[in-house]
């Protein structure tokens, strides 16, 4: 079983910036797709972004793109989200996912694609 802890959430005003962590015990951390979705009060969980096992592809939802970065270290077992140009529709809890997957380059968009959940970290944009 994997374990993934989400932190670096908070309260933030339009326009500021969040970094999301999410340290993971997987033994073999580079042999796993991640990715970050967010869930609106009320609403379904929403992809936000995927990065492939070695970091080298990454795909993001249009609505962040170019204000949201996702990026790996495998070294120390732990996927990032730096999120700029926050704007209150950001607001959601933000959990991390992972994959363990054969394909190297694999990015992945979907929800049932993932095998393992965070518990999620609050962020909220005041306007």
């Known amino acids: 079983h994997v374990r993934l802890v989400e932190s670096g959430g908070g309260l933030v005003q339009s326009g500021g910036s969040l970094r999301l962590t999410c340290a993971t015990s997987?033994?073999?951390?580079?042999?796993?797709?991640m990715g970050w979705f967010r869930q609106a009060p009320g609403k379904e969980r929403k992809f936000v972004a995927a990065?492939?096992?070695?970091?080298?592809?990454?795909d993001t939802t249009d609505s962040v793109k170019g204000r949201f970065i996702i990026s790996r270290d495998n070294a120390k077992k732990t996927l990032y989200m730096e999120m700029n140009s926050l704007k209150p529709e950001d607001t959601a809890v933000y959990y991390c996912?992972?994959?363990?997957?054969?394909?190297?380059?694999?990015?992945?968009?979907?929800?049932?694609?993932?095998?393992?959940w965070g518990q999620g970290t609050q962020v909220t944009v005041s306007s």
């Open positions: 996912a992972a994959s363990q997957t054969s394909w190297i380059s694999a990015v992945l968009t979907g929800e049932r694609e993932y095998d393992y």
């Open positions: 990065i492939s096992r070695a970091g080298d592809n990454t």
């Open positions: 997987a033994p073999l951390f580079a042999m796993y797709a």
